[in-house]
């Protein structure tokens, strides 16, 4: 089972941009698809973006849609994803999250490896 760390979180000022990383370790990078979850407080976890193995399809949530970069390296087993234009409602603790096989998926009971989740602020 692959093992995660994101990094790149922190505060930012509404209209600005974040750059988070996840680390991946332990197994196969490239045979998972990849997504980010995020989690507000007093929310349920939520889709954000994911992208399958080849870094060929991509899904996006609405709300980010044309904000917001998912990306994979596969020789660095690594998954990025850029967010530019922040609003505040992007505030939540971002999780980075590996699921074992082909197709993408927006559910997260079906991601088999989780990071430990990043921190991401976005004042007005």
């Known amino acids: 089972q692959v093992q995660l760390v994101e990094s790149g979180g922190g505060l930012v000022q509404a209209g600005g941009s974040l750059r988070l990383s996840c680390a991946a370790s332990?197994?196969?990078?490239?045979?998972?698809?990849m997504g980010w979850f995020r989690q507000a407080p007093g929310k349920e976890r939520e889709p954000v973006a994911a992208?399958?193995?080849?870094?060929?399809?991509?899904y996006y949530a609405d709300s980010v849609k044309g904000r917001f970069t998912i990306s994979r390296d596969n020789a660095k087993n690594t998954v990025a994803l850029q967010m530019n234009s922040l609003k505040p409602e992007d505030t939540a603790v971002y999780y980075c999250a590996a699921r074992y096989g082909v197709v993408i998926s927006t559910a997260a009971d079906n991601y088999n490896s989780w990071g430990q989740g990043t921190q991401v602020t976005v004042s007005s």
């Open positions: 992208l399958n193995r080849g870094g060929t399809s991509t």
């Open positions: 332990g197994s196969t990078f490239s045979n998972y698809v």
